[in-house]
Nanobody, 121 residues
């Protein structure tokens, strides 16, 4: 089956750092753009960062630019989100996403189950 599994979430104080990981399986990971989204309670899901298939181009939401870094290791079928200088506003469930994966006879969008990041003092 096509699957994304996030890990690395937890509780951290403001100004701290966390590194999220996403392990992919069931598709040719190296062919696809990967993204991180987040969703805080009562708020809409937000695109945080994206990365192209070979990692040459990245993009970030304005709210995290300069603090977060997305990267990938295609040999490990993994994408990462390094989060520095965390703020309380970063508290959310973070999701790994593959928006357009060729699978069987069509295309699918793949989501992980999410990992919770809580930033509080």
């Amino acid at each position: 089956q096509v699957q994304l599994v996030e890990s690395g979430g937890g509780a951290v104080q403001p100004g701290g750092s966390l590194r999220l990981s996403c392990a992919a399986s069931g598709f040719t990971f190296s062919m696809y753009v990967m993204r991180w989204y987040r969703q805080a309670p009562g708020k809409e899901r937000e695109l945080v960062a994206g990365i192209t298939s070979i990692g040459g181009t990245t993009n970030y939401a304005d709210s995290v630019k300069g603090r977060f870094t997305i990267s990938r290791d295609n040999a490990k079928n993994a994408v990462y989100l390094q989060m520095n200088s965390l703020k309380r506003e970063d508290t959310a469930v973070y999701y790994c996403n593959a928006p357009d994966v060729r699978y069987l006879t069509g295309r699918v969008e793949v989501w992980g189950q999410g990992t919770l990041v809580t930033v509080s003092s």
